[in-house]
């Protein structure tokens, strides 16, 4: 796997890299992806995108794999929080552990092997790797029929017809609650038939009740029928993740056991006591056998109608504020409990009080306690249990004043409950707001990420494309439409963008020419205004037949900007009618030698046409184009540190890499031609079959330049190497200097200095190999230092022996390296 961060410089130019993107340049001038979000999502916008149905196959998404990597590196980060030198990459065994589950969770019978993976066979993955894994894996959830139906019935946002069906539940569940509530009111409630009989509502409120408990009926037993033969895991992202992320032991729940967690979950177990009364109702009706019912069997039948309006607690969870209200619960069951025992210690012993206090006198002809100061009135605080309400309602603040206290200690008393209560039960009632603006602004936040990545999904899958294949740069074409009324370009307003895929095949020599007309779309990052308008373009593509040794793509291109229609208006010009033009953005040409991997874009601007909603321009330019495959390895290069520093940004501040890893990093950032099976990066394959793909036989020709044309490249990899070597010798030196110093002063034997091994495989330490001290030596992290340079020093002599093995270098060329080095 290539190493992260391959030196300073390299962070450095990635940095440069980034900003250059953050300000529209570097690919396409489409601005920074990440900030490119179309602000307020349109939702029938949004619901149109959706498939009627739900999908039967399902790929999984690069934004998932993302999310895998980041929590993978969440969880190593905290297990590497005490190491020396923790690591910035994901170990393989945790990748094949967790992509195994996950194809046993996608009953995909694929054989999962991470080792395909491992490059450079140091036993871990970076971001780079999991983008080859979701490039040539190619893995999709494939559901079942049982499943499309409980996700349509449980997700409204997996169809259509899932939003349908939710939205016709949410208002049959209205229905129910208002039909309940109006029919308790006089005025819908027939004349009672007989002086003993009640009045009953409208018989129409018998009817739509019975309706409505009907659909909740068949709804609910869908639900729990088809969740007996779906992988709920697959239903939740996160859930999925947790379960191919965690250390325990991945176990596959049986049918009834997804049923019995599905009738157990809460938002279940509302639906079901909300269609229950009826059926009880029901039962009870038919069992009294139509004759007058007793007083239980009607309080019966009044408790079980007034359980209908239960069915109004399954709108909560529709609702985000109940699940705002329900996740504060949760993380606040420790202020609960102190809550309750502070309230329930108060009642208890402010109530006793109170009822010796304010019991008063016996008088034997009431047979009753009475209050002497309240004129001999039967006293409110007849026990303790009575004397509960008093000290329950002060405490909460409430005061109703049916019951006061009379007598002077009685006051004395209710005044100290009044204010044990303010200081007692404040104190967890503030922990609870505090959690529940914690819980407030994570869901907000939350919500905000889970917008901007389902924002730049789309433009997060294009970076992933250029960053595997940078030969796709030569085919994007950027349009830029612009209200131009002044000369100068910083007075330019953004009116639309659109972006095509030219059709540049790099194995055909087959003239193209394509007419296209391209919606225009909106870029927040440009502009803040809703966009309307298409815009039409034209190009030819004449491939050049006379390409030299290393070339990829060559040829000639020319792009006509035809017209647009219906441009946006300029409602603070008196005509309301832009002064358009055109600013087109393309990559004709590869990073050159000295660009260090930067694609430098042509961008060409049209004349402006004012006062005119459909614009006509005809303007044509045209560009040769060259795309080398020395230029597709420095994109390729640099892609990887770019696609580093984004996947890390978003797994959080990790440990920086040590000096000895940015070595290897820079020894080793070259692109690697393995054998079928194991992972290809070949510039020249624009049409891969998948990652692993070989070199295609047209290139066989040129296996041999290829070969040749790699050993100046090798021997200037070597030379920047070697002006690193002698500065390395000299911290050595100073290292050792310094050990042994310290070690005069604690007064031990200093340790002897190893030489430089020669060049050898790396298989593990040497014979002259520094051995680090045992654990807690007073020597060990010094000797550790000085074995740091021994290493680094080695790094150069190893790469030149990988390289040489990989490039197939002859013997007496190798020697004349080593020993020039």
Known sequence: MVQQGASGRARLNAGAETSKRS??????????????????????????????????????????????????????????????????????????????????????????DAKRYDLNGDGSAGWWEFLAMWKQEKLCMRLSPMERVYLTLEDPQS?????????????????????????????FHDPPSCPSCEPAPFVIFERVDTFCVVLFTVEYVL?????????????????????????????????????????????????????????????????????????????????????????????????????????????????????????????????????????????????????????????????????FWFAMVTATTVGYGDVVPVTNGGRVVAGLNMVYSLCVL??????????????????????????????????MLRDACFALDPLSYSRVLTVEVLHSPMPVDNNDIFLGQASADL??????????????????????????????????????????????????????????????????????????????????????????????????PQVEMTHVVRDDRAPTWNCSFSADVAWTRDGINKRRDKERILQSRSAMSLAGPLAPLSASSELSAAAMGFDRHVSSGDVAWDGSSTRKTGLGATIRSRDAGRLGADVGGAMPRLTEEVQSLSVALPMLQGEIVELRRDQDAVLALLGLQPSVPAPIASPRPPMGPGPNDTVPAPHGSPTGKLRKAASFGDASARTLLETVSILADEYRVPGSVLDDIFQWT
């Not at 895998?68 to 990459?89: C, H, I, S, W, Y």
């Not at 169809?159 to 069906?165: A, F």
């Not at 619960?329 to 809550?339: D, E, G, P, Q």
């Open 426 to 459: 404040a104190l967890p009632i503030g922990v609870i707001g505090s959690n529940f603006d914690v819980v407030w602004k994570d869901f907000d936040r939350e919500k905000r990420d889970e917008q901007e990545v389902r924002d730049n999904a789309a433009w």
């Open 23 to 112: 300000s529209g340049g570097g690919r396409g001038g489409g601005g920074d992806r990440r900030y490119a979000s179309s602000g307020k999502p349109n939702f029938f916008k949004t619901l149109r995108q959706k498939p009627w149905l739900v999908p039967a196959v399902q790929p999984l998404q690069l934004v998932f794999f993302r999310k895998v990597f980041v929590r993978l590196m969440n969880v190593k980060t905290l297990q590497d929080a005490g190491a020396d030198n923790p690591d910035e990459d994901i170990p393989l065994m945790i990748v094949q552990r967790s992509f195994a589950r996950l194809c046993r969770l996608l009953r995909d019978d694929r054989l999962f």
């Open 159 to 187: 169809s259509r017809l899932g939003w349908l069906t939710s939205l016709f539940v949410f208002v049959v569940i209205l229905v129910s609650a208002g039909s309940f509530v109006l029919s308790t009111m006089p005025v």
């Open 503 to 600: 059709d540049l095949d790099a194995n055909s020599f087959d003239k193209v020419d394509r007419e296209l007309t391209l919606p225009l779309q909106e870029n927040r990052s440009k502009g803040n205004r809703a966009i309307s308008g298409n815009i039409t373009i034209s190009y030819s593509w004449r491939p050049s037949r006379s390409a030299s040794a290393g070339s990829v793509l060559r040829g000639h291109l020319t792009i006509n900007v035809l017209c647009a229609s219906e441009l946006g208006r300029i409602d603070w010009k008196p005509s309301w009618q832009p002064d358009a033009r055109v600013r087109l953005t393309f990559h004709p040409r590869c990073p050159g030698d000295s660009s260090d991997g930067v694609i430098v």
């Open 223 to 387: 639900r729990f029928i088809t969740s007996a033969f779906t992988r709920v895991e697959l239903t939740n992202e996160e859930e999925l993740i947790d379960c191919m992320t965690k250390e325990e032991t991945l176990r596959s729940p049986s049918g009834p056991q997804r049923m019995l967690t599905f009738a157990l979950h809460w938002p279940n177990v509302i639906d079901l006591l909300a269609i229950l009364p009826s059926y009880m109702s029901w039962i009870m009706e038919a069992f009294s056998g139509g004759g007058t019912p007793d007083a239980e069997h009607d309080l019966m039948v009044k408790v079980t109608r007034l359980m209908r309006v239960v069915r109004a607690l399954r709108l909560g969870r529709r609702f985000e504020a109940v699940i705002i209200v329900v996740n504060t619960m949760k993380r606040s069951i420790r202020a609960l409990w102190v809550l309750i025992l502070n309230l329930t210690m108060g009642v208890l012993v402010w109530g006793a009080i109170l009822y010796y206090l304010e019991q008063g006198v016996y008088d034997p002809d009431t047979g009753a306690f009475v209050r002497p100061e309240d004129n001999n009135n039967p006293t409110p605080f007849a026990s303790i249990p009575h004397s």
